[in-house]
């Protein structure tokens, strides 16, 4: 029999849970009374999304399905047993796994592969297939922070700009990092400027950087070289989000944005730009669901190996795994190998240039039709343009993202239309069009 209110108060603390949680006081509760969504609504309201997808110009995410080659790669993955049976990406890719079912050897070769597209020595290379683009940042500051301590004996500083994701915002609470804002330049990239006042400023501390490439409303892209230039001759791990930029800045004219070593030309010698890079798949690329790439050179796994495996007995997987998380979805990397053969490269070639084309053009026809909107694109490398925002119908209707910026020293709402892969003209004509009518 259920207690009332005062029998139940008349007890304390575990002994009320337990009487409260037993499974006769559970067993006497109907579970009819949650609600429950029915399935088949559901199903139906979501067939609805499909036509809506196409006016999605407010968030970075490729609504193009993938071609008919793709869903062709995952029934020969089904008929070997992935998504049919358990599969798991335990452990380090680049190591043996005496667990047999995983798909180490795709996520091996598809991290070669995206590591020369970045420009890593092919004998250098270490890195693996994350959940999402925060988890591929978490990766790249936790590594960071590990080798920096290692070395110094001391926790370093992280130093990032307002402009960059909120991930890292998130991050740098979790690893229980000192925040060190830097200041931006007119078009929201970071400072070096300033970035070197800040690191002066704290010279007792090794510093954590993490550059933006591409940040999150106005497509401003941190000054790589620059920021390196700054930490020269201090004790630093260079990380770049490039969540977005990352996937299509290599298919176009801007690739070397992205290169990790460059050519000195006086000692004849590779110079490492940064440390680690996270691109999200499902962004640019068009990946059905969240997961991400994280890059980092394989001397910097080595130094943070050691470390990292005082933290934990490694006996049970009988390797040091490298990773944070222990079960990794093996899925993810077999299915996003499709993604990394020359011919979904030269697919990925002919997206980018129609990005850049077509952001250009609303652009253009912005500043011809609705300056007092006042259009700004931060670069030719964005495929971001944001404005003063528009009536609240062209906001839904187009999802569009809205934030508070300063514009001639007032806080201003504004939006921006991030043009993806599915956002062909007709779609930015109709915006332009919708814009007019409203």
């Given at each position: ?13 575990a ?22 969504q ?29 071609p ?16 049919q ?5 335990v ?22 592969r ?5 420009g ?5 290379i270490?890195g693996?297939l ?6 591929s940042?978490?990766?790249?500051l936790?590594?960071?922070?590990t ?93 770049l ?13 801007f ?10 030309p ?15 798949c ?60 020359e ?18 053009y ?13 259009p ?46 599915h ?16």
């Amino acid at each position: 029999m259920l207690m009332n209110r005062r029998q139940f108060l008349s007890i304390s603390g575990a002994t009320a849970c337990m009487a409260a949680c037993s499974p006769q006081a559970l067993a006497t509760q109907s579970l009819t009374r949650v609600p429950q969504q029915n399935a088949a609504t559901a199903l139906k309201a979501m067939r609805h999304l499909s036509q809506q997808r196409s006016r999605m110009l407010g968030y970075p995410i490729n609504m193009t399905t993938p071609p008919d080659e793709f869903f062709a790669w995952r029934n020969e993955l089904a008929a070997v047993g992935f998504n049919q049976f358990a599969f798991n990406n335990v452990g380090n890719p680049y190591d043996h796994s005496h667990i047999p079912f995983n798909c180490h050897p795709f996520e091996k070769e598809l991290i070669d592969r995206f590591g020369a597209v970045y420009g890593f020595a092919p004998d250098n290379i270490w890195g693996f297939l994350t959940n999402s683009g925060t988890d591929s940042n978490m990766h790249g500051l936790y590594m960071g922070r590990t080798i920096l301590k290692s070395r110094t004996g001391v926790m370093p500083k992280i130093y990032f700009t307002r402009e960059a994701h909120y991930s890292i915002q998130i991050l740098r609470d979790l690893l229980h990092l000192d925040w060190v804002v830097v200041g931006t330049r007119p078009d929201g990239s970071m400072d070096a400027n300033d970035l070197e006042r800040q690191l002066n400023a704290n010279p007792n501390h090794p510093a954590l950087v993490v550059a933006t490439i591409g940040t999150t409303f106005k497509g401003a892209i941190d000054p790589v070289d620059a920021i390196q230039a700054k930490l020269k001759h201090r004790t630093a791990y260079l990380h770049l989000d490039a969540a977005l930029f990352g996937g299509y800045l290599p298919h176009t004219a801007f690739a070397a944005d992205l290169r990790h070593n460059v050519s000195n030309p006086v000692s004849k010698t590779e110079l490492k730009r940064y440390d680690s890079i996270a691109v999200s798949c499902h962004k640019f690329f068009g990946f059905p669901s969240p997961a991400g790439l994280f890059i980092t050179t394989r001397a910097n796994f080595e130094a943070f190996r050691t470390p990292f495996s005082q933290i934990h007995d490694p006996e049970y997987i009988q390797q040091v795994p490298g990773t944070i998380t222990c079960s990794r979805d093996a899925v993810k990397p077999a299915e996003f190998y499709f993604f990394s053969s020359e011919s979904a490269f030269a697919r990925q070639a002919a997206d980018a240039k129609a990005m850049l084309d077509n952001t250009a053009y609303l652009l253009k026809e912005m500043n011809n039709h609705y300056s007092y909107l006042r259009p700004v694109r931060a670069n030719d490398r964005s495929n971001t343009v944001y404005f003063i925002t528009p009536s609240k119908a062209i906001v839904d209707h187009y999802s569009l993202a809205t934030m508070q910026l300063d514009i001639d020293g007032e806080r201003t709402p504004c939006a921006h239309v991030v043009v993806m892969p599915h956002a062909k003209k007709e779609i930015l004509d109709r915006f332009l069009t919708d814009l007019r009518k409203s």
